[in-house]
Nanobody, 120 residues
Framework: QVQLVESGGGTVQVGGSLRLSCAAS????????MGWYRQAPGKQRELVAG???????NYADSVKGRFTISRDNAKNTVSLQMNNLKPEDTAVYYC??????????????WGQGTQVTVSS
């Protein structure tokens, strides 16, 4: 069974930092795109940051310059370093692994989510 387990969430003050990590088991991440999504109350789930198997990254405009995504294929992990956090970053953050065959997506998996709360 494929499992994605997130860790590192919590409550921080405005301007603080958190590092989220996602550990995958039952799937080989080296053949997959990986990313972080978030969903705030009353809003749709949105892509925060993504990273390809080759290390190419993309970020939502709202987090550019503040967040950094990275991956370790040998350990089957993906991380999100979040700096200078703002109240609008408050959300449940979800890890995502998307398996690919060449450019074609096949199976995708979600983590359970971890709460990030930024308080002023």
């Amino acid at each position: 069974q494929v499992q994605l387990v997130e860790s590192g969430g919590g409550t921080v003050q405005v301007g603080g930092s958190l590092r989220l990590s996602c550990a995958a088991s039952g799937v080989m991440s080296s053949f997959s795109g990986m990313g972080w999504y978030r969903q705030a109350p009353g809003k749709q789930r949105e892509l925060v940051a993504g990273i390809t198997s080759g290390g190419n990254t993309n970020y939502a405009d709202s987090v550019k310059g503040r967040f950094t995504i990275s991956r370790d294929n040998a350990k089957n992990t993906v991380s999100l370093q979040m700096n200078n956090l703002k109240p609008e970053d408050t959300a449940v953050y979800y890890c995502r692994i998307q398996r690919l065959v060449g450019p074609t997506p096949i199976n995708g998996y979600w983590g359970q989510g971890t709460q990030v709360t930024v308080s002023s």
